[in-house]
């Protein structure tokens, strides 16, 4: 999995270390063997540093051991596309694979300056992760511009838990569109608590998961 909340206590997922655990060790029971945390970072809310998520990696780790929990255990982060975001790029953000970085826009409207931002990541050996594109309603509204950031190639992380509609019937219409079209490169659980938990046992039956995961696209065995 490579897009979760597991690290306690520095954003809106697990809430302490107890409740990590939890989390972690259903994951475990889902049949996981490696874990990505990716905690937020944003200018306005979660001010997350490399210092401060690789510091509660090694605490989760150090926990999950002691607990009998088997997972390989790695972190990168969720980063906000905001005004401080192609600053963290030049100091050293927190990335995965072969400099691949999650970063999500927000779901109220469509962000100013996106393709730029894409651009410049680009130039600078980043390849861009664009988290849960089924959640922005704004690009749902108007599918072509999917299909403009897949020219630009930005690789599309898909919630599993959309699947469920969890989010919405329409964000649920999206993602299976969006498979239909094999625009999905990264499968992740957006795990923050045990109802995400609960909902992915659900997911496990929708036919357009087993779709997904038997398409030949996704690439999350890279990270």
Known sequence: D??????????????????????????????????????????????????IVLGGLEKLRTAA????????????AEYYYDSDLEKKLKNGPL????????FEVSYMYPPDGIETFIFNAQVEGYKLILAHPERYPFWAEDFS???????KSVLFQLNINSLTGHYSEATKKTAERMIDAGMIEF???????????????HARKEK????????????????
């Open 2 to 51: 490579m897009h979760s909340h597991f690290i306690p206590g520095i954003d809106d997922g697990a809430k302490d270390m107890d409740d990590a655990l939890n989390l972690l060790r259903s994951m475990q029971e889902f049949g996981y063997k490696k874990i990505i945390t990716t905690p937020h970072v944003m200018s306005d809310g979660f001010r997350n540093t490399p210092e």
């Open 65 to 76: 051991r002691e607990a009998g929990i088997t997972l390989e255990l790695e972190a990168a």
């Open 95 to 102: 990335i995965f694979g072969q400099k691949y970085l999650l």
């Open 145 to 151: 511009y999917y299909e403009k950031l897949k020219d």
């Open 187 to 201: 499968l992740g659980s957006d795990c923050h608590h045990t109802g995400h938990i609960n909902l992915m046992q």
């Open 208 to 223: 357009y998961l087993h779709k997904l995961l038997e398409s030949g696209k996704l690439r999350n065995n890279e990270l």
